[in-house]
């Protein structure tokens, strides 16, 4: 139990257009999704905060209109970077907390990895 | 400020010897630690987390962790490496802070390379 995919896990876009990432928790409910980006060698940073229904909660310093996240229900977000440059360049990896096993943890999906040329 | 450090950037140990990745944190409160595992491209897999109780915490593939509160640390251990353990893992926090929502706080992760 507890699986969280994301699609595609990988892309390659060019700059000025838009990709739009999936993630989705397979086997429960997740009230809350959490998109993050990691660099190589680096650690992850968090994007965003997301509850089904309601609008993301942004981290300091994360652009809202450039990153645009949509959890409709409880069981995908999706993130859609816009007008992509290739500093957007990066793996971006989603979590999913939920109710699994009677206690609430942060599930991780495989990342995708985005390439703007 | 709430935080995570990993003093090691990289963790060398042969197979089959013990393995110690380290962690230590700073948070208000009592703290809620994981450990991740990341595999090259690949996201984050839980390996073992402290809530409550028994300060030593075991989790999968063989590991453990040992909470110590007055040294605010929960070093990640294992009695003997595997060359598949070789991956990058990270140290973790919950952000106790009010209205974090359940936010992860992670430290910037020490890669381990077992030697066969």
């Known amino acids: 139990g507890a699986v969280v995919s994301q699609h595609p896990s990988r892309v390659i876009c060019k700059s000025g257009t838009s990709v739009k990432i999936e993630c989705r928790s397979l086997?429960?409910?997740?009230?809350?999704m959490f998109w993050y980006r990691q660099f190589p060698k680096q650690s992850l940073m968090l994007m965003a905060t997301?509850?089904?229904?309601?609008?993301?909660?942004?981290e300091q310093g994360v652009e809202k209109d450039k990153f645009l996240i949509n959890h409709a229900s409880l069981t995908l977000s999706t993130l859609t970077v816009t007008s992509a440059h290739p500093e957007d360049s990066s793996f971006y990896i989603c979590?999913?907390?939920?109710?699994?096993?009677?206690?609430?943890?942060?599930?991780f999906g495989p990342g995708t990895r985005l390439t703007v040329t | 400020a709430q935080s995570v450090a990993q003093p090691e950037d990289q963790v060398n140990v042969a197979e089959g010897n013990p393995l110690t990745v380290k962690c230590t944190y700073s948070?208000?409160?009592?703290?809620?630690l994981f450990w991740y595992v990341q595999y090259p491209n690949r996201g984050l897999q839980f390996l073992l987390k402290?809530?409550?109780?028994?300060?030593l915490v075991k989790g999968s593939y063989g590991f453990e962790a040992e909470f110590n509160k007055s040294q605010t640390s929960f070093h990640l251990k294992k009695p003997s490496a595997l060359v598949s353990d070789s991956a990058l893992y990270f140290c973790a926090v919950r952000d106790m802070r009010s209205g974090a929502t359940n936010k992860l706080i992670f430290g910037t992760g020490t890669l381990l390379a077992v030697q066969p």
């Open positions: 086997d429960f409910q997740a009230t809350t």
């Open positions: 948070v208000s409160g009592n703290p809620y």
């Open positions: 997301s509850n089904e229904g309601s609008k993301a909660t942004y």
């Open positions: 402290y809530i409550t109780g028994d300060n």
């Open positions: 979590s999913a907390r939920g109710r699994v096993t009677g206690s609430y943890e942060q599930y």
